[in-house]
């Protein structure tokens, strides 16, 4: 069924910025919509106005409605199959990575496990697992962060190719009306907000073209707020917006997210930030004056062919698609109010009929209040923050409504919006017995759940939350064993807190707060493995109907180049077969080779993705150690998400890729499988330090990591096997099947201690006496103990299955195609060895001192 997302909403918040309109008469000189004009007479001989550089898009499109449609796919729904459960010691499980004890009794007791590691990216793990033959696990945390670098893509292109020449342009133009009706209005109470005015969108000129001079007459107002801005230092008053009651919080002008991704970005923010913050409220006069001045200035004034309000509704609407509407007043809305108050056309003097103004006034306080921050009262910004659910939610949770709770938790989102074991661990940590937490969190699970689907897809950002809603749901007694404890909840509420984190990043602006291959024939491959998709095939259909609904949205309105089209395209392929395997997972049907091969290459097709949203303008930041602007992309970002006055904001962190390993069922038989999951951090900090992703990331680099949720540990094992030990075995097999191929030892020389090199050189020394070569073939290895006697001294034992054929010559004689390859002269069948390693760490490495194999070999028959 398709859905038309509603552009209103009640009970959501979204962060945008400015709020500022003034009423003027239509310049004397049209500029050209397609370039900024390069001279401009002062109005009136007072002031001096210099050019900007900055013109509207030619693609720009003066519509307005929807952007979009949200299509979600069918999902089938699961089959009751018999479940499988691993044995207390997992012998029924084939076990492919070196496990702790500990990790091994957690996977025993309900299917899986998560440890910490040091990735900085989801396809470094399954690419890892590719090239080790290990099964992987394919994760909805992996695939909902490839949605975020998809999202923040388009968002950032969206803003540095379209709306920051849009809004500078825009900005430059309403500068120009308010001098002109300041120049009118000079000698009545009206000059002063006149010239407030002119002075808010000559700051914003200003920060979107800091080359740009502001007109001296201007710079009395205009200055402070550009030092305080600069300063970013925390609460203090505002030159033009003098009647806030608590002043402006400057803190919030550091550019942070993708915004420190190029200097455009990097101003765009400020500028906008600047436009979502600074309020003309009701409840002021002079700030109420200013709110009407401003309206008639963009009602008035024309850039090139367009409206200043059409230009104005292109820059805004784009951003309710993605985030969503103003919890404020908007330019549009008091337009209408005017035009009913004053009548159509009325010229800035109309506004000295102080009776009509206070009618102006209470109706625009009485149209609708604010939603999140509701103290502030009703009034205009140029481009209000938005109401998302996050913020109203958060909002309703502290004080005043939660007595003597300062900040909230991102749990509160998730239990209002139905997570029961997010509201269990509120309860255990102490927040729900506060005074009026109940209260407020019942009224806020009755709210959201009589939202309706066309409600939680209105635009990209509640449709984002809507997403994850399935992963929050109690998963029946018809799916796999690993999904059936309170640890899998937990594991899945975990990625939902971690990509509503990246969804806050993403917005923070808007929402109210292996071995080199050789030339000769190859020996022969371990046996492929064959690995599962995370089975959460709703999540799946709703990424698949964001994708289309942004890429269709952003289609409409020509904000969609070649390369966003091509990228949204293949992340539309690979979400659908996500969902056809996840289906088939759940119903008994085996999926196709070609999609076990899907899985196996799942690194390199995130990777692919990964890597086309992670473009240039990231060089931004400077260059790097190696002398290199380039900047490899991490899971890693940070994002501030709630304020307290009193001197520190709520961070929302996502760190390093952590490993989780799965007993999964494939075919019958429950295999060990690994994959990526997020790790999650919730954190005070200073309000004065704001975290930017490069803070956040040098903060991960040196361990500087405050502590993980005290309720993870249902499923974190913090104490791992070291990942060299697995490793330097399977790379020693693979360098020892080379080594027996090419009969060459120096193959396996980094890894064999002096007793176990010298054996392998004679075995091999015996293959080239006979003028032979050995093809050996891994079918399998099972991790079955490890002993560490201490830092640099460990025992591994194994169970491996192998095959053996051998070839007379020599494989450097051989053409580089398998069909040169000569019939063997004796084959050995497979079979089953128990191998124990002595192994011993000499500096970085682990060296292998000794390998004792116990195997029940079958003899070499003749072919």
């Known amino acids: ?108 007791l309900q299917g899986f496990t998560i440890s910490p590691a040091d990735t900085k990216e989801f396809y470094e793990v399954y690419e890892r697992a590719r090239y080790s033959y290990a099964p992987a696990f394919v994760t909805s945390d992996s695939i909902l962060h490839v949605y975020h670098l998809m999202f923040d893509k388009m968002l950032r292109t969206t803003e540095s190719q379209y709306l920051a020449d849009m809004l500078t342009r825009l900005d430059w133009e309403l500068m120009r009306a308010s001098t002109q009706q300041y120049e009118q209005l000079r000698g009545t109470p009206l000059e002063q907000p006149a010239r407030r005015n002119a002075a808010y969108f000559a700051v914003a000129v200003h920060l979107l073209q800091p080359e740009w001079s502001i007109p001296e007459a201007l710079r009395d107002l205009a200055q402070p707020d550009l030092d305080q801005i600069a300063a970013h230092s925390g609460f203090a008053p505002s030159a033009i917006f003098p009647d806030l009651p608590n002043g402006e919080d400057w803190s919030q002008y550091v550019p942070r997210g993708h915004y420190t991704a190029s200097e455009k970005l990097a101003r765009y923010f400020t500028a906008m930030m600047w436009h979502g913050r600074m309020a003309m409220s009701t409840s002021s006069d002079t700030a109420s004056q200013q709110a009407a001045l401003l309206a008639m200035a963009m009602r008035d004034t024309t850039i090139g062919s367009y409206q200043a309000a059409d230009v104005w509704s292109g820059i805004y609407e784009p951003t309710v698609f993605f985030v969503g509407k103003s919890d404020d007043l908007t330019p549009p809305e008091y337009i209408d109010l005017l035009e009913k108050t004053f009548g159509a056309g009325a010229a800035p003097s109309a506004l000295l009929d102080t009776a009509k103004l206070a009618q102006l006034r209470d109706q625009a306080a009485a149209l609708h209040p604010p939603q999140v921050n509701t103290s502030q009262g009703a009034g205009l910004r140029f481009m209000g923050q938005r109401l998302v659910p996050d913020a109203y939610v958060f909002d309703q949770l502290i004080a005043p409504h939660v007595e003597g709770r300062s900040l909230p938790k991102a749990l509160d989102l998730f239990a209002a919006i139905g997570s029961e074991r997010a509201s269990q661990h509120l309860a255990s940590a102490g927040d729900s017995a506060m005074p009026g937490y109940q209260d407020q969190i019942a009224k806020l699970q009755s709210t959201f759940q009589g939202y309706n689907q066309d409600t939680w897809t209105q635009n990209l950002y509640w449709s984002w939350i809507y997403s994850l809603r399935p992963m929050l749901e109690k998963p029946g007694d018809e799916m796999p064993f690993f999904m059936r404890s309170q640890a899998w909840q937990d594991k899945q509420l975990n990625a939902a807190i971690a990509s509503w984190s990246q969804l806050k990043r993403d917005t923070i602006l808007y929402s109210k707060q292996a071995y080199a291959e050789g030339a000769w024939l190859p020996p022969p491959s371990p046996d492929l493995p064959k690995g599962y998709v995370e089975p959460v095939p709703e999540l799946y259909a709703r990424i698949g109907a964001m994708t289309t609904m942004l890429k269709e949205g952003l289609d409409s309105r020509g904000l969609l180049d ?83 006055p009193g001197g520190s904001v709520l961070e929302e962190g996502v760190g390093r890729v952590f490993n989780i390993y799965v007993a999964v069922p494939v075919e019958g038989k429950l295999v060990l499988a690994q994959g990526g999951v997020f790790s999650h951090y919730e954190f005070e900090q200073p309000l004065g330090e704001r975290l930017t992703d490069e803070a956040w990331k040098k903060r991960l680099e040196a361990g500087d990591v405050p502590p993980l949720a005290d309720w993870t540990a249902s499923f974190l094992v913090a104490q791992t096997a070291d990942q060299q030990l697995s490793d330097t075995i399977l790379n020693f097999n693979t360098a020892l099947v080379n080594a027996f191929w090419n009969t060459n030892a120096s193959q396996v020389e980094s890894y064999l201690g002096p007793d176990e090199l010298a054996d392998t050189k004679a075995f091999i020394q015996g293959l080239v006496d006979d003028k032979t070569f050995l093809g050996m073939k891994r079918h399998s290895i099972d991790f079955r103990s490890f002993d560490m006697q201490d830092a640099s001294h460990a025992t591994v034992a194994t169970r491996e299955r192998w095959s053996e054929k051998l070839y007379p010559g020599s494989v450097s004689d051989l053409p580089p195609d398998e069909g040169s390859l000569p019939k063997p002269i004796g084959v050995r069948d497979a079979y089953d060895s128990d191998v124990t390693y002595t192994m011993e760490k000499q500096g970085d490495s682990w060296i292998i001192t000794k390998i004792v194999t116990k195997a029940d070999l079958p003899p070499l028959q003749k072919p």
Do not use: W
């Open 562 to 644: 070649d390369d966003g089209r091509t990228l949204l395209e293949n992340m539309q392929r690979v979400v659908a077969t996500l969902k056809s395997i996840a289906e088939k997972e759940l119903t008994g049907v085996t999926p196709t080779e070609d999609e076990y091969q899907f899985i196996r290459r799942y690194g390199v097709e995130i990777e692919a993705l990964t890597l086309s949203a992670h473009d240039d303008e990231n060089a931004y930041v400077g260059p790097q150690e190696n002398g290199s602007s380039e900047i490899p992309p991490e899971v890693a970002t940070v994002a501030d998400v709630a304020t307290n």
């Open 1 to 108: 069924m398709r859905r038309r997302a509603p552009l209103y909403l009640l009970g959501v918040v979204l962060l945008a910025a400015c709020q500022m309109q003034s009423a003027a008469t239509p310049p004397t000189a049209t500029p050209s919509a397609s370039a900024a004009p390069t001279t401009l007479a002062a109005p009136a001989g007072r002031l001096s106005i210099a050019p900007v550089d900055a013109a509207i898009p030619a693609s720009f499109k003066a519509t307005s409605g929807h952007f979009a449609l949200f299509q979600v796919a069918a999902v089938a729904k699961a089959a009751a199959l018999p479940a499988l459960s691993p044995a207390p010691d997992l012998s029924n499980v084939a076990v492919t990575a070196l496990l702790t004890p500990e990790q091994r009794s957690m996977v025993a």
